[in-house]
């Protein structure tokens, strides 16, 4: 059984190096250097004493057995999330962490866990599309408001819809992602913990900051050090990095993770065993993989920059000097990521056209993969949102997704100046 490594301190040591060598105890397996799978559904108990306290710990957190590690059933926890947590938990610099079944479900869970009927969330646009139609579409089914900012720098603009919220109800949540998805739009964190104070000290009742930090992942952003509640991860996309598995990752305090695997041992949405040895193998090489893709996404990105046919790019790196988003990007990212859009002149036509002419980029959803991916987001990952709240986040008809992967740059660039001759 894997150590538990929950309460221990990670030390001096950085998040590339957590990332490799917490969490996991070989001595506890036979001493191999690498955490085997636990392929089992069920444990069993030593004694019918061992079985009440094991459960008795787990769901009211009293007696003997508080704090050490045991299992129940693979649902309630199991060793390949006891080591994947521990490690993410202390990657984030947080308390605690909480694996799930893919990234939405991570999201879901936060919602259905911290919102009660007639609560409000304040989230910014753009976003991912499963999350704005989670808070836009299936959440109001349940009572829940929804207002929105739609510059997460803008101290003034972000107040002022915070009201809006209020104003529909008390509000449970504040919700950012930074980078945004898919235009790469900064929110800054350190104002999403400010207005949440200010909102306590109003009203009595402080609201959850949120921060999906997928785009960036947690070697080039670190929300939990700037005072956020829960920095959720998609793990399916740069902290696997293979595009073979899902999974979502959720870090913060020891009393919410704690709410949060409570109820997922009845909604059922855990990270199985195999999929947690997945992710914590891909965990180790995470950072270098990052590095090389934000090496090649600064490439990429000035050849789009600089091509005739195309109107805009929203890579971080352009970023002006001086601005408010500038100061942002400097204060809170140690990376620019190498997911950003581009948009070209024109619309769906033009830009069908150049994705059809493609050789070496693959046409597909999601981020993050040794791949280089691209999609047109308005027919794509952002379908099902209106089209102008698609607008309202800078999302046009022109507007492409680009993740960029670890193929040699120049393969990249050649690809797209052959593709954008179609347009």
């Known amino acids: 059984m894997a150590k538990d490594n929950s309460g221990d ?17 070989p001595q506890t397996a036979m001493g191999a250097v690498k ?27 009293e007696g003997p057995l508080v704090g050490i590690s045991n299992h129940i059933y693979s649902r309630l926890g199991h060793p390949g999330l006891d080591i994947l947590e521990t490690r993410l938990a202390a990657i984030d610099g947080a308390e605690a962490a909480a694996a799930f079944s893919s990234g939405m479900a991570a999201h879901s869970s936060i919602a259905l866990a911290f919102v009660r009927p007639g609560e409000s969330v304040l989230y910014g646009r753009p976003i991912y599309g499963g999350v704005d139609m989670l808070y836009s579409q299936v959440m109001p089914q349940f009572g829940l408001h929804f207002e929105n900012y739609l510059d997460g720098t803008d101290p003034e603009g972000v107040r002022k819809a915070a009201d809006a ?4 109800g008390p509000l449970a949540l504040i919700v950012a992602e930074t980078p945004a998805n898919p235009t790469a739009a900064i929110v800054d964190l350190d104002l999403m913990v400010a207005v949440a104070d200010e909102v306590g000290t109003r009203t009595g009742k402080r609201p959850l900051v949120v921060v999906d930090n997928t785009l960036l992942g947690p070697f080039a952003q670190r929300p939990i050090e700037h005072g956020v509640d829960l920095c959720m991860t998609s793990l ?11 999974a979502g990752g959720i870090s913060g305090r020891t009393d919410l993770i704690h709410q949060l695997r409570t109820l997922r041992t009845t909604w059922g949405n855990h990270l199985d065993p195999f999929t947690s040895w997945l992710v914590v193998r891909s965990l180790e090489s995470a950072s270098v993989r990052i590095e090389r893709a934000m090496s090649n996404a600064r490439l990429v990105a000035e050849f789009l920059r600089d091509h005739p046919k195309v109107a805009g790019v929203t890579y971080l790196g352009f970023l002006p000097e001086g601005s408010r988003r500038r100061e942002v990007y400097d204060r809170q990212c140690k990376g620019a990521g190498s997911t950003f859009s581009f948009h070209l002149h024109g619309g769906e036509a033009e830009s069908f056209r150049m994705l059809d002419h493609l050789r070496l980029l693959k046409l597909a959803v999601s981020l993050g993969g040794s791949e280089t991916l691209i999609c047109h987001s308005a027919t794509t990952t952002h379908y ?22 670890l193929e040699h740059p120049d393969d990249l660039i050649a690809d797209l100046r052959q593709a954008l001759e179609a347009v």
Do not use: W
């Open 35 to 61: 955490p085997p799978v636990y392929l089992t559904s069920t444990f069993i108990y030593p004694s019918a004493q061992h079985a009440k306290d094991v459960h008795r710990a787990f769901f009211d957190a």
């Open 9 to 25: 301190n990670p030390g001096p040591y950085r998040p590339e190096t957590l990332a490799v060598a917490f969490g996991f105890d």
């Open 384 to 405: 099902a949102v209106p089209r102008e709240m698609r607008l309202a986040g800078g999302i046009t008809d022109g507007t492409m997704r680009l993740s960029v992967g």
């Open 236 to 246: 399916t996309k740069y902290c696997a990095g293979h595009s073979d598995l899902l």
């Open 165 to 168: 919220a209020l104003a529909k």
